[in-house]
């Protein structure tokens, strides 16, 4: 049957469905900004709208195609599409994140993360102004099992997680903010915030309006991995991690506080 024909009810049809083919991460020349490495971890600062890892509808351009590129090797204790991924970061978040080179390496570091040994610092700008100039978000998360590409914190199951933040600057009806994560939930600061009232700009998966009248328009949420800190597996040393804000959000920030 062409895929032109038109269908006038009652015929029934049948479909054999191919095998997909297997997703497996391939080397590719792409910009990666490396802040750091050594035989066991890459440091990347990821650009905003950057997956790191082919998935649906990523096969190619992802965070992970740029490092097999740049790399003769990654840890393999992940996937054959997820080489050396210990942590994420959202599509349209920038910022600091680390790559396992060595599966010793990936082990260790995935240690450090599930025993919160690791330090995770997000700036952030949201909707409102905060009730307190420091708090502490510790509701669980969950899948929105009606909006399946959400987290919810509504349901009575769910993963602990835990987000703390402090303002550092109220600009009119938006705030500035750091943010720490004690856990790694997907959208875990974006659900948390807007859980409490307070979307993040941009994010209109999670209630943020799409335009703020009087500021420019950002063409994906305020969300920046700004600091990492962790225990290097090859030394033992603690070392940390910057990344400043990418020009597209201090632009943002700096509007904000004019119109302030």
Known sequence: MR?????RGGEDISVEPADLPPLKAI???LPLKVLYEDEDVVV???PAGMVLHAGAGHRRGTLVNALLHRFDQLATGSSDQRPGIVHRLDKETSGVLV???TDKAHQALSMQFRNREVEKVYLALVHGRMKTPEGEITTPIARDPVRRIRMTTKLATGRTALTQYRVLEELGRLSFLEVRIGT???HQI???LASIHHPVVGDRLYGAPAQIPGLPTLNRFFLHAHRLGFTLPSTGE???FE????PDLVDLLQAARERG
């Open 238 to 240: 603690r070392i940390t």
């Open 3 to 7: 895929a032109s024909h038109l269908l």
């Open 27 to 29: 080397p590719e020349e």
């Open 99 to 101: 790559v396992a080179r």
């Open 184 to 186: 790694g939930r997907t």
């Open 243 to 246: 990344s400043p804000l990418p």
């Open 44 to 46: 990347v600062d990821k």
């Open 190 to 192: 974006r659900v948390h």
